[in-house]
């Protein structure tokens, strides 16, 4: 292997080691130690990767938004043309895709805020996405709603960010198709009115 490839093919065994490790025992217990040892890489070669934790876990954190917007987008795009059907899709294909590996769903909705400071423009960056997505799918609100679409879109953002830190944090987490009906109802509450 090439220089670049050994140095591409460890930041993928880090990533890796970060998507289990930041997930259990979770990012402030995750040393760079321990991500080394799970790696098995030294040290030094850690810091040939990445500059810290917190360059890592974004990393990891953009790969996991990139992701679930690949799957979200999809969803949508082969649902049928209507908006009913494109909401459900996304909301589903959004719910169904992060739930799908506990690491994932806590990665994106817990361990990133625990992360800190360091990942608010990364937070800001996914929400945005979600909520161009979002606002895309819906194309006029009713003539009784007084807010904007972008507000309401943040809104059931944060709607189902609290659904699924409830997911991941509970001993005995609600059914996911539960969560996708919360979610598809709270959407249409707020939007469809």
């Known amino acids: 292997m090439s220089a670049e490839e050994r140095l591409a ?3 993928e065994r880090l990533i890796s080691a970060a998507y289990t490790l930041y997930s259990d025992p979770g990012f402030p217990e995750t040393t760079i130690e321990k991500l080394c040892a799970a790696a098995r890489i030294s040290n030094r070669a850690f810091y040939e990767c990445f500059s810290g934790r917190s360059e890592l876990m974004q990393a990891l954190h953009d790969r996991c938004v ?4 690949t799957s979200v987008a999809k969803a949508v795009e082969q649902a049928p043309d209507t908006l009913p059907s494109r909401v459900e899709a996304g909301i589903a294909g959004y719910i ?12 994106m909705h817990l361990e990133v805020r625990r992360a800190g400071d360091c990942l608010t423009a990364s937070r800001q960056q996914a929400v945005k996405a979600f909520t161009k997505i ?9 003539d009784t709603v007084e807010a904007s679409r972008h507000l309401l879109a943040l809104g059931v953002i944060g709607a189902i960010q609290e659904l699924l830190i409830e997911w991941v944090l509970t001993e005995e987490p609600p059914p996911v198709e539960s969560l996708i009906s919360t979610a598809v109802h709270i959407f249409y509450r707020s939007f469809v009115m």
Request: hydrophobic share 35%; charged share 45%.
């Open 9 to 11: 093919e460890r930041r």
């Open 66 to 69: 990139q992701e679930t917007l």
């Open 96 to 107: 169904n895709f992060v739930t799908e590996d506990r690491r994932r769903a806590r990665i």
């Open 134 to 142: 979002i606002e895309a799918n819906v194309i006029d609100l009713p």
